[in-house]
């Protein structure tokens, strides 16, 4: 039988498969290397994009640097980048940033396996307000990949400005909850003449509650600090209550603004309180004027109910015989002893009889030793600093009176009372700080006003050796600010007194402004009135 015949299939040679594969992999590599190539020289043009803007310096550093980096934290208002052993590798201070994930998803504050991708700049819809947004890539815990965006630069959603009832500020300080509790004085509520005019808002500036304290006489705050209780305690001075002409007024309340209790000290002469701060023991410090012929500085120490007797406290008359006094701050120090800022003057409008006056005592009220200026340097404002010295800041005008033609001072002293550095700041108008604080910078916020060119609130902000860094003005002629802190976002808050954007003269409202880190706010030039009428406290 004859077999069917077999078609016979020429295959492919040994050599032709080599050959084949060789070339597909040729051809892959081709492709994978045209694809990288566009890749990076996307990222080029981009990069040379960015560099062409000049305000972009401090943001091209961190999109150069977050590569390679081992992961990115937000710590408050910071941007870190880590190394893989886990030290900073640089910390960007300042940079208002914003997450954004195409997954919606808003995860913790550390982003691990960041790979930056590329980066654009764009404009927000704020004017001038520059933005440097740093694309990469985002694994989760649960290993799914996500886009992520930081967004760096100014970002001034967490500003405002706000005007309430009649009256100046004197205040301000935040509060555990984020808010802030503000002190001032109003003649257009309250009792009968001049009230203490007590403020709480939220961190947006929205109103809480406010309240009235006082008599049918007249009746002022200088200070307000928040308790360890949530309440707070105010000082001021009182004609309504009290043994003399003016005496010593303390109130504390609770965390509502409701009075728990109410003090006054003094004898028949006149005595002022300037500033309250509660002590370690729960007790109170309480700086004094008292005039009686002369002036003296005296401290009154309480009990956390406010008494001073014996066996629950003290007073102190720790100088005295100088012509003219004004106290503007009490604080404890760190040794448990306290300091008294102030001025002294012969004839208060003659700057040549003006000094700054620093006082150290022990913790039972007895004088160390005190620090005064050349003539001509008044202080306002002053606190001890993180190294142990001390900060002061008010006015030098040394051709002449006090008002017009003085400059901001401020000057540095180490925990010795030895002038470390002083440097003044401000234009051809009168310049004046009232209040000062240490940033957690180690630099220095200084607030007050100015009527030189751009008149109104002054807000400047200087570094650990009296450098300028910048300066603001805020409001118009007639505007002051008497306090300011930096916040926990490291912006600022200011509190003093306005004019202008239609508040009554003479009384002006109560003028509060929450700004960024540099100092810049989006409602400055139109603060929002709050008219609420506030209720007895």
Same mark, same amino acid.
């Given at each position: 039988m004859e077999l069917c015949p077999v078609?016979?299939?020429?295959?492919?040679? #040994?050599?032709?498969?080599?050959?084949?594969?060789?070339?597909? !992999?040729?051809?892959?590599?081709?492709? $994978? +290397?045209?694809? &990288?190539?566009?890749?990076?020289?996307?990222?080029?043009?981009?990069?040379?994009?960015?560099?062409?803007?000049?305000?972009?310096?401090?943001?091209?550093?961190?999109?150069?640097?977050?590569?390679?980096?081992?992961?990115?934290?937000?710590?408050?208002?910071?941007?870190?980048?880590?190394?893989?052993?886990?030290?900073?590798?640089?910390?960007?201070?300042?940079?208002?940033?914003? #997450?954004?994930?195409?997954?919606?998803?808003?995860?913790?504050? !550390?982003?691990?396996?960041?790979?930056? $991708? +590329?980066?654009? &700049?764009?404009?927000?819809?704020?004017?001038?307000?520059?933005?440097?947004?740093?694309?990469?890539?985002?694994?989760?815990?649960?290993?799914?990949?996500?886009?992520?965006?930081?967004?760096?630069?100014?970002?001034?959603?967490?500003?405002?400005?706000?005007?309430?009832?009649s009256g100046p500020a004197r205040s301000v300080q935040q509060t555990t909850d984020k808010g802030y509790i503000i002190a001032g004085t109003t003649s257009a509520f309250g009792a009968g003449g001049s009230d203490i005019y007590l403020i709480k808002i939220d961190s947006n500036g929205t109103l809480q509650w406010s309240k009235t304290f006082g008599g049918s006489s007249d009746d002022f705050a200088e200070s307000v600090q928040q308790t360890t209780d949530g309440g707070y305690i105010i000082a001021g001075s009182t004609t309504s209550f009290g043994a003399g002409t003016w005496d010593v007024y303390i109130i504390k309340t609770d965390s509502s603004g409701t009075a728990q209790w109410s003090k006054t000290f003094g004898d028949p002469e006149s005595n002022f309180g300037y500033s309250a701060q509660q002590t370690t023991d729960g007790g109170y410090i309480i700086g004094e004027t008292a005039y009686s012929g002369t002036g003296s500085f005296c401290l009154i120490k309480t009990d956390s109910s406010g008494n001073a007797s014996a066996g629950h406290g003290w007073s102190k008359t720790v100088t005295s015989g100088w012509p003219v006094v004004e106290g503007d701050l009490v604080q404890q120090t760190t040794d448990g002893g306290y300091i008294m800022i102030g001025r002294t003057t012969d004839a208060i409008w003659d700057s040549n009889s003006s000094y700054t006056y620093l006082i150290k005592t022990d913790s039972s009220g007895n004088e160390l030793w005190w620090y005064s200026s050349a003539g001509g340097r008044c202080a306002y404002s002053g606190q001890q600093t993180t190294d142990g010295g001390y900060i002061i800041a008010g006015q030098e005008a040394p051709n002449g009176t006090l008002y017009p033609g003085g400059d901001v001072y401020v000057a540095k002293i180490d925990s010795s009372r030895m002038t470390q550095w002083e440097k003044t700041f401000g234009g051809s108008g009168n310049d004046i700080a009232y209040s000062v604080k240490q940033t957690v910078d180690g630099g220095y916020i200084m607030a007050g006003a100015t009527t030189a060119g751009s008149s109104g609130l002054y807000l400047i902000k200087i570094n650990s050796s009296g450098t300028l860094q910048w300066s603001k003005t805020f409001g118009g002629s007639g505007d002051y600010a008497y306090s300011v802190q930096q916040t926990t976002d490291k912006g600022y808050i200011i509190a003093g007194h306005t004019d202008s954007f239609g508040a009554p003269w003479p009384n002006g409202y109560v003028y509060l402004i929450k700004t960024d880190s540099n100092g810049n706010c989006a409602d400055s030039g139109s603060p929002t009135h709050d008219p609420s009428v506030p209720t007895p406290g």
């Amino acid at each position: 039988m004859e077999l069917c015949p077999v078609k016979e299939t020429k295959g492919f040679s #040994l050599v032709e498969l080599c050959m084949a594969s060789m070339l597909g !992999i040729i051809l892959m590599i081709a492709t $994978t +290397f045209v694809v &990288v190539w566009i890749f990076k020289m996307q990222i080029f043009f981009q990069q040379r994009a960015n560099d062409d803007m000049s305000w972009i310096t401090a943001n091209e550093h961190l999109k150069k640097n977050i590569h390679g980096s081992s992961y990115v934290k937000l710590s408050g208002g910071d941007l870190e980048l880590h190394n893989y052993d886990g030290t900073v590798k640089g910390t960007y201070v300042g940079l208002a940033v914003g #997450l954004q994930f195409s997954d919606g998803v808003h995860p913790a504050t !550390i982003f691990k396996n960041v790979n930056a $991708t +590329f980066a654009s &700049v764009y404009s927000t819809p704020s004017p001038g307000n520059k933005v440097l947004e740093v694309r990469v890539n985002y694994t989760s815990p649960s290993q799914l990949s996500s886009s992520l965006v930081l967004k760096c630069g100014v970002d001034l959603a967490n500003t405002w400005a706000k005007t309430f009832g009649s009256g100046p500020a004197r205040s301000v300080q935040q509060t555990t909850d984020k808010g802030y509790i503000i002190a001032g004085t109003t003649s257009a509520f309250g009792a009968g003449g001049s009230d203490i005019y007590l403020i709480k808002i939220d961190s947006n500036g929205t109103l809480q509650w406010s309240k009235t304290f006082g008599g049918s006489s007249d009746d002022f705050a200088e200070s307000v600090q928040q308790t360890t209780d949530g309440g707070y305690i105010i000082a001021g001075s009182t004609t309504s209550f009290g043994a003399g002409t003016w005496d010593v007024y303390i109130i504390k309340t609770d965390s509502s603004g409701t009075a728990q209790w109410s003090k006054t000290f003094g004898d028949p002469e006149s005595n002022f309180g300037y500033s309250a701060q509660q002590t370690t023991d729960g007790g109170y410090i309480i700086g004094e004027t008292a005039y009686s012929g002369t002036g003296s500085f005296c401290l009154i120490k309480t009990d956390s109910s406010g008494n001073a007797s014996a066996g629950h406290g003290w007073s102190k008359t720790v100088t005295s015989g100088w012509p003219v006094v004004e106290g503007d701050l009490v604080q404890q120090t760190t040794d448990g002893g306290y300091i008294m800022i102030g001025r002294t003057t012969d004839a208060i409008w003659d700057s040549n009889s003006s000094y700054t006056y620093l006082i150290k005592t022990d913790s039972s009220g007895n004088e160390l030793w005190w620090y005064s200026s050349a003539g001509g340097r008044c202080a306002y404002s002053g606190q001890q600093t993180t190294d142990g010295g001390y900060i002061i800041a008010g006015q030098e005008a040394p051709n002449g009176t006090l008002y017009p033609g003085g400059d901001v001072y401020v000057a540095k002293i180490d925990s010795s009372r030895m002038t470390q550095w002083e440097k003044t700041f401000g234009g051809s108008g009168n310049d004046i700080a009232y209040s000062v604080k240490q940033t957690v910078d180690g630099g220095y916020i200084m607030a007050g006003a100015t009527t030189a060119g751009s008149s109104g609130l002054y807000l400047i902000k200087i570094n650990s050796s009296g450098t300028l860094q910048w300066s603001k003005t805020f409001g118009g002629s007639g505007d002051y600010a008497y306090s300011v802190q930096q916040t926990t976002d490291k912006g600022y808050i200011i509190a003093g007194h306005t004019d202008s954007f239609g508040a009554p003269w003479p009384n002006g409202y109560v003028y509060l402004i929450k700004t960024d880190s540099n100092g810049n706010c989006a409602d400055s030039g139109s603060p929002t009135h709050d008219p609420s009428v506030p209720t007895p406290g």
